[in-house]
């Protein structure tokens, strides 16, 4: 190997090292992503301008992908947030799940293991990663401060159930179809191991989060609702639960019985929910039930919504780092290395899956490239295996700290890298 490409592969593993310190020490996200960028440039030989100008592309190209659901679930949110349709699930629910008399401990063990079913459940259903971080936020504030769980585990709680959700056979998300395409395998292909294997993260997951919780309360940490997420602003005014569960089931309706795409499910859902919570839109007059009152209730959540969304369209930028490295000679480099392993197929393909989307910061691209490398090197290996490891190696790298999903749930619980 040339020194010039060794120079150009250690650019690469630099770029990651320094953006996940830099992140992790508080940085922005963004200007993260340009002090990562011209190391790559400089290690890698490539031009200055044209190279931050693939990073501007890249990000506008992907704020279409992820502007809608973001939009959507972010107004959908404060519709349910505000109206108190959020705190009238998440306290009924697991008023009746959780014993009164339990101990604190077994009162947070449930409620960390209520939360994580039901999460998976939605997920698992069809409802967007993303969306389901601007759904399950409000809620989770009400419950955790019910039972005292620290608001730095708010995005592990969402963000881990997704997961699970995205590797389980069945599931109607693109971890589970793109597979189905790419190695003719059925939505349900491998599914005993899949099952098998979803039941082992969960049973992992809940362990691992009760455990944890319980020792940061035992440290002293207490549950508070910081500066950026707000405690439901209803008071005591709240809906009747069974109003506050339709607009979720109309959700997970719209998107597999009428088959519309996510973020028109949840516009959906949020007009069925302002029809049904009419009477509970906050206004700027307490008490105000005139119609003009109302409408501008309605407008100001909408423009709530649209605010919160500002700075998270700007973490997006990430998104083109993986543009940028894709342009680098050390990122063929690498890509050629990482295909080159040589195990057992099975064992070779989820190794090069996992590694690919930490590379490339783009689970979908890592599967657009491995399965069909899998499919060419290793013609007798089951479709489905293919199909049920990529979903499951699909995952892992996806929970590095710069991850989009990640930054946006942190972001809602007003948390930095290092709390979270």
Not at 302 to 321: D, K, Q, W
């Amino acid at each position: 190997m040339a020194f010039t490409d060794i120079i150009a592969v250690i650019g690469i593993v630099l770029s990651f090292v320094v953006m996940f310190i830099l992140v992790y020490k508080g940085m922005h996200v963004v200007w993260a992503t340009f002090i990562a960028s011209i190391i790559l440039i400089i290690t890698n030989g490539l031009a200055f301008f044209d190279t931050l100008g693939l990073l501007f592309t890249a990000w506008g190209e992907a704020i279409p992908t992820f502007a809608p659901v973001v939009l959507f679930g972010a107004v959908f949110s404060k519709v349910m947030d505000h109206t108190g349709a959020a705190k009238s699930f998440a306290t009924t629910l697991y008023h009746r799940v959780i014993p009164k008399n339990a101990s604190d401990q077994k009162r947070r063990m449930i409620a960390v293991v209520v939360t994580i079913v039901l999460e998976v459940v939605l997920v698992y259903a069809g409802i967007d990663q993303f969306a389901i971080v601007f759904i399950m936020m409000p809620i989770l504030g009400v419950v955790c401060e019910e039972v005292d769980i620290p608001r730095k585990y708010l995005p592990a709680m969402i963000l881990s159930a997704a997961g699970i959700a995205c590797a389980t056979p069945g599931c109607a998300n693109v971890s589970n179809t793109i597979p189905m395409m790419l190695a003719q395998s059925t939505s349900l292909g491998g599914a005993v191991p899949g099952f098998v294997g979803a039941a082992v993260i969960l049973v992992g997951v809940c362990w691992y989060l009760v455990r944890a919780v319980n020792k940061s309360v035992d440290q002293g940490e207490h549950f508070d609702w910081g500066e950026t997420l707000q405690p439901p602003a209803n008071g005591d005014r709240n809906p009747p639960f069974i109003l506050s569960v339709i607009p979720f089931l109309v959700v997970i309706v719209g998107f597999n019985v009428l088959k519309l795409d996510c973020q028109w499910a949840i516009a959906l859902a949020t007009i069925v929910a302002v029809i049904l919570m009419y009477r509970y839109i906050p206004t700027r007059e307490n008490g105000a039930e005139g119609f003009g009152a109302k409408m501008t209730g309605v407008y100001e959540l909408m423009l709530n919504g649209l605010m919160s969304i500002a700075p998270i369209m700007l973490i997006f930028l990430s998104t083109g780092f993986a543009s940028v490295i894709s342009s680098c000679k050390g990122y063929d480099i690498l890509v050629n290395a990482v295909l080159s392993i040589s195990l057992p197929p099975a064992v070779t393909f989820g190794v090069v899956m996992l590694l690919l989307v930490g590379i490339m910061i783009n689970p979908v691209g890592a599967m657009m490239v491995a399965i069909p490398f899998a499919m060419t090197a290793f013609p007798d290996m089951n479709p489905a295996a293919i199909h049920r490891i990529s979903s499951f190696a699909y995952i892992v790298l996806d929970s590095l700290p710069f991850a989009a999903g990640i930054i946006v749930a942190q972001n809602m619980a007003g948390l930095t890298q290092k709390e979270a």
